[in-house]
């Protein structure tokens, strides 16, 4: 059965058609959650919201709980999660309003932490194909038959923030090739792998970063229009991707996403320390079981 959590920011919880709604605090042992949960159903489908920052945008993209969050996804049944992120956009053919399904990171962000993993429980996880694709095909499906402007795969760069880019550092990012730049999709992408969990971006472009030479220009009105419209976008995207979802999903997940620690646990299992593994229970409890 396919349990849709959904990551975004203030306002995309108002969802039109969202039944049996209800706000309820998820525990877990890497912490608090960025807030309550938000639980519900759409034509069906159940769906669980995080709100990434917390009502009211209470955390910067460093301190945000990405463990926590993944965790408690995890612990109350979840098996995709789409994640709306408005980002910067780093080609000119990539303007304000555009969409990217994105299926490629780069993590530049230090200050977080990675990894559910570590001493007394050590665990590498591939990160070759860091979305489902699957899931990416869905949403991609959705976004043009609703006529909205939207590139299938992109890379994303991850920086640490919360101040933005330098010229220069937007500069090199773009000889990297990336298309768009955020702050808050890493470590998210990361822990979703680790937790097995089916996991795909869509990032929201809302400005394009300082490099293009219309930047200056650009006024804070302007910004908050594009987010307001992405929002109002991202909000009709989920009710014609929830449905979907419900109809379309294969056991095992084609992308391998329900299996990424499959061969990823490292420490032998006389060595594992108690503590660890009671902590990953509901990420690893699949292989740690068997």
């Known amino acids: 059965m396919t349990v849709l959590g959904i990551m975004g920011g203030s306002g995309l919880y108002e969802i039109a058609g969202l039944k049996n709604a209800a706000w309820k605090r998820i525990h877990s042992p890497f912490g608090e959650t960025s807030d309550e949960f938000l639980f519900g159903e759409l034509d069906g489908q159940q769906l669980v919201f995080v709100p990434r920052h917390g009502r009211g945008h209470r955390h910067s993209p460093t301190s945000i709980n990405y463990r926590a969050n993944i965790d408690a996804l995890k612990r109350v049944g979840v098996t995709d999660v789409l994640s709306l992120s ?25 200050a977080r932490e990675k990894s559910f993993f ?33 590139q299938m795969g992109g890379t994303y760069l ?95 997940c084609p992308s391998g996403c329900d299996r990424a620690l499959e061969f990823a ?11 660890m593994v009671k902590k990953l229970e509901a990420v690893a409890g699949r292989v740690l079981k068997g």
Not at 86 to 110: M, W, Y
Not at 133 to 150: I, S, T
């Open 86 to 110: 408005a980002c910067g956009s780093l080609k000119e053919n990539l303007p304000p309003g555009h969409f990217v399904i994105v299926d490629q990171f780069i993590d530049r962000t230090f």
């Open 118 to 150: 570590g001493d007394g429980l050590v665990a590498h996880v591939s990160m070759a194909h860091p979305t489902c694709n699957r899931l990416a095909h869905a949403v991609h499906d959705c976004a043009r038959a609703a006529g909205y402007p939207v």
């Open 158 to 252: 991850a920086m640490e923030g919360p101040q933005f880019s330098s010229l220069a550092e937007s500069q090199l990012y773009r000889s990297w090739g990336c298309d768009v730049i955020g702050m808050t999709n890493m470590p998210e992408a990361k822990l979703a792998r680790e937790a097995e969990i089916c996991y795909v971006t869509v990032a929201m472009v809302t400005d394009f970063d300082c490099w293009h030479p219309d930047h200056d220009h650009v006024q804070v009105t302007d910004i908050v229009r594009v987010l307001h419209d992405n929002a109002e976008r991202a909000k009709a995207l989920v009710t014609m991707v929830a449905p979907k979802l419900k109809a379309s999903r294969p056991a095992p």
């Open 265 to 275: 646990l490292i420490t032998q299992p006389q060595a594992r320390a108690p503590a």
